[in-house]
Every structure is written in C-alpha cells, then in structure tokens.
C-alpha cells in the first residue's frame, strides 16, 4: 500500500496570506495525485489532479506541483470560505490512499 | 448534474453486516463512463477508500478490507450498494458512496451517512 503523509497537521494562517500544504508518498504516484478540500458536515470537494491541474470551478488561487513522491498545494491569497481540512489522495495503481489531513486554519 | 445519496441504517450491531445503498440521479451508471465507490471517515479522521465498481459488476476492494467487503451493482436502479460483514465500533464512521472519473478521481460525492456500530 502507497502510504500518503502531509505536513503539518495544522496551519495557522492570516487571511491574504499565502498557504503551503505538503504532501509525501512512500513510492512514486508518478503525477497521479490529488487534492481535496472539506469543510465540517461536508462531502471533500475535488480541487486539483494530475498534481497541478485545477477541477472545473476552482479559483485560480489554488495551485498544486510536484511529481514523484513530493507535491505541495498552496493557495496564494487565503479567502475566508478557504479555511478548511485538505487531503491528498494517490491514483497511481488503482488502489487509492489518502493523507492524513491539513487543517488550515485562522491565526 | 449528477447526484447521489446514501441510504441505510444508522445504527448496526457488533458482528452484524451494514449494508448501504448509492443511489445515482442526473447520469447513468450504465454508460461505462466511470466507476463507482465507496469511501468512508471515521468520526474526526481521515477518509478510507473501501471499493469500487463497474457497471458490469467487476470490482476492486481495498486489501486491508477485502474480505469483509462486498460491492454490487443494480443498473435497472442506478443504485450500486455496499456490504461490510462482522462489524465492529472501529467501523463506526461515515460512508460515503462516490463518481470515479479518469485514473481514480472522486468527482462527484454524496453527501454521506453516519453508520454507527453499537450494541
């Protein structure tokens, strides 16, 4: 089994400020990771796959890279509606992994 | 736009089977365009893949899952449904039943049910 870990578990960030969530994999997910964002009593809503391609919808301020084993997610201005617990998830093998979860949260 | 919603009991005793139904609306899950899946969250935790199926009934459970994990289709519904034996509270979570589009993305999801393992 792929085991996903993201760091930190917690991020404390101002609004307008710049976040940068990561993401590790236990072998190489090649480019077939994801990110998805979940805010309390709520389904997780897909953002970004294919490391760095943004789902329909999403605002330009959500940006994924990396490939291999290291991705980062960072999100440039944080909007309030932006504060929220992320998951990465690996598509590589057809057996899926998440991570453990970012909270991001208001400082 | 495609929806789905979860439907079961809340509440399964230990050793039991849980059994939850996905029903699909705004698509067909005859159209062989994606596949369909089961995720779930244990309360305040990380999400766990269960399984997928495919409209023609192949399926793909999670290892650590397997089996205990049964995943069927009913295409004459639109409704694909899960099955999880010998439950226990480390079951205890919320279930979600998802779209799979390309590799292994979750795209559309519903909006999840509590299943709670009690005596």
């Known amino acids: 089994e792929i085991v996903m870990t993201q760091s930190p578990a917690t991020l404390s960030v101002s609004p307008g400020e710049r976040a940068t969530l990561s993401c590790r994999a236990s072998?190489?997910?090649?480019?077939?990771l994801a990110w998805y964002q979940q805010k309390p009593g709520q389904a997780p809503r897909l953002l970004i796959y294919?490391?760095?391609t943004r789902a329909t919808g999403i605002p330009a301020r959500f940006s994924g890279s990396g490939s291999g084993t290291e991705f980062t997610l960072t999100i440039s201005s944080l909007q309030s509606e932006d504060f929220a617990v992320y998951y990465c998830?690996?598509?590589?093998?057809?057996?899926?992994?998440f991570g453990q979860g970012t909270k991001l949260e208001i400082k | 736009q495609v929806q789905l919603q979860e439907s079961g009991p809340g509440l399964v005793k230990p050793s039991q089977t849980l059994s939850l139904t996905c029903t699909v609306s705004?698509?067909?899950?005859?159209?062989?365009?994606?596949?369909w899946s089961w995720i779930r969250q244990p309360p305040g935790k990380g999400l766990e893949w269960i399984g997928y199926?495919?409209?023609?009934?192949?399926?793909y459970y999670n290892p650590s899952l397997k089996s205990r994990v049964t995943i069927s289709v009913d295409t004459s519904k639109n409704q694909f449904s899960l099955k999880l034996s010998s439950v226990t509270a480390a079951d205890t979570a919320v279930y979600y039943c998802?779209?799979?589009?390309?590799?292994?993305?979750?795209?559309?999801w519903g909006q999840g049910t509590l299943v709670t393992v009690s005596s």
């Open positions: 998802a779209r799979v589009v390309g590799l292994g993305l979750f795209d559309y």
């Open positions: 705004g698509g067909s899950i005859s159209s062989g365009d994606y596949y």
């Open positions: 199926i495919y409209y023609s009934g192949s399926t």
């Open positions: 072998q190489s997910v090649s480019s077939n």
């Open positions: 294919g490391a760095s």
């Open positions: 998830q690996q598509y590589n093998n057809w057996s899926y992994t």
